[in-house]
């Protein structure tokens, strides 16, 4: 007769817990991220010394052929408009501070598009009530 014991086999540690965690921290991760849309246009800024970065909120593009466009909207007109509309509804959320100015503008304008188009569009956008426009540009 053979009385010795047999030896217990280690039980298996469960997985479970730890892909609970991982999930868990995707998901933090997915909610809390800011996931900034596309440009609206391809877009090669001019060359600056500055090393400032642009932190307005509003962004509008004009490509090397003049083409102005706001999110999906493109020509100046309907950029134009879908960034008043965009504006106010900022401002009514109360994204002006509490003296009502508007939030600065971001301009990303091509390096090759002429002078005269930007000259052309900032009195525009003064009109729309941006007093502030930061020109966005590339290092050296």
Not at 38 to 58: G, M
Not at 84 to 100: H, K, N, P, V
């Amino acid at each position: 007769m053979n009385f010795a014991t047999q030896p217990k086999k280690q039980p298996v540690e469960s997985i479970v817990p730890m892909i609970n965690v991982v999930f868990l921290l995707l998901i933090f991760f997915l909610m809390t991220a800011q996931i900034a849309p596309p440009d609206a246009l391809e877009v090669s800024p001019p060359d600056a010394q500055s090393d400032t970065p642009a932190e307005a909120e509003l962004t509008l593009y004009v490509d090397k052929e003049g083409t102005v466009a706001f999110r999906d909207h493109r020509g100046e007109d309907a950029a134009l408009h879908a960034l008043e509309l965009e504006r106010i509804t900022l401002c009514a959320d109360g994204g002006c501070g509490l003296e009502g100015a508007v939030p600065p503008l971001r301009l990303r304008a091509d390096a090759e598009v002429p002078a005269t188009v930007v000259a052309q569009l900032l009195p525009k956008l003064a009109g729309l009530g941006f007093g502030q426009i930061e020109l966005v540009t590339q290092s050296q």
